[in-house]
């Protein structure tokens, strides 16, 4: 990570860093002009009140590209300050501003040539020390300089941990950005498989009570009014269960949604097949009453199955079984003989036996489906069910 990049200031920014620098500047001045002799300033002091001012005006304005060229910059304000006692608080600025960069090589170099530099001062002006003030001459500008550096590495410091946060916030933003897609399409995918499930076998006995009418010229009056009653209602019912599905699309998050179908509305599945034309005989040995989603995949594998026969077997007979009990698992089996008409079969969507064989992984079973030797088709599902009752008896 970059430590030594440090943002672009604006206009106002870089103005009142400059003129606290220059204010800075200016306590040492009037402190050195204090210490010159009386009368020095407009003889051999002169400097004090021309050159003076006019280095401290130049190190000011070598700031404007301090992070362009933080160290060239630096070395020359603290340089030049020695010769000017106005520029110390751009000799500062510089010090502070080049220890943002965390580089103790850097911060050491400038802050010992600072220190040496406020030597010439000394020299410059015909200032009278005392014995033995050596080092009192060198430790303020050393802490000077100390506490400019401290300053800077803090500020430094602070820059890093800010941009580490914003990139955090951004690979989080960034994240989450990712989760909310796959989010979707696991709903696309969850509302394209619940379509299938609930529309696809309602418009295949649609579609075979519409090839019945197309082939068969030879029915009664009221063989054609019961085909066409049947084709009525089950669009109807279709258009319906495609608004409860599509109603979870712009449900309201307080309204509850439309109950699934489970383990005891097979029978009405089978009865409405038959109403459709479809010879369908079911048999169920099952004892108890399996969970919901045990229940529910147990009925898509039947109405699966009854979509397949009525859209790939016309005319056949259909065999369904339902077994099991707590404890152990639930069978399901859907058999269909071969096809005894031909009709022109609807098209077919290819995703009823994957979206099937998902639910199925997801609750644990197992599903096989494979055409038996005398043309006919089987499916078969098995499903634990666990005994939950005996579990919170024991």
Known sequence: ??????????????????VAAAALGIPFWLATGAAVPRGCATDTCSWLVTGDPLVALGCLTALLWRRRFALTVAMAVVVA??????????????LCSISTRRRPVEI????????????????????????????????????????????????????????????????????????????????RNRIAREMHDVLAHRISLVAMQA???????????????????????GSHQALEELRDVLGVLRADPGRPEPPQPSLDRIPELVADARTSGLD?????????KPSDVVGRTCYRVVQEGLTNAAKHAPGAHVH???????????RVGVHNSPATTTTTQPPASGFGLLGLAERITLADGELSHHPTPGGGYVLTARLPWPNHDHEKRS
């Open 280 to 288: 369908v005989t079911f048999t169920t040995t099952v004892t108890g």
């Open 320 to 330: 369904i079984t339902v077994a099991g009990t707590a404890g152990d698992e639930l």
């Open 108 to 187: 050491g170099v400038v802050a010992l040539v600072y220190v040496a530099a406020s030597r010439f001062t000394l020299v410059l002006y015909p200032i009278k020390s005392p014995p033995g003030s050596l080092w009192l001459q060198l430790a303020l500008p050393a802490l000077s300089a100390g506490i400019a550096a401290a300053i800077g590495v803090a500020i430094g410091a602070r820059r890093v941990e800010v941009r580490s946060l914003r990139e955090r916030a951004e690979s989080a933003e960034r994240e989450l950005t990712a989760r909310a897609a796959q989010a979707r399409a696991l709903e």
């Open 1 to 18: 990570m970059k430590t030594d990049v440090a943002p672009r200031l604006g206009g106002w920014q870089e103005t009142w860093r400059l």
């Open 81 to 94: 300050s020695g010769a000017s006692s106005l520029a110390v608080g751009a000799a500062l600025l510089a």
């Open 211 to 233: 090839g019945v009418l197309d082939h068969c010229g030879n029915l009664t009056a009221e063989e054609n009014r019961t085909l066409i009653r049947g084709i009525a209602d």
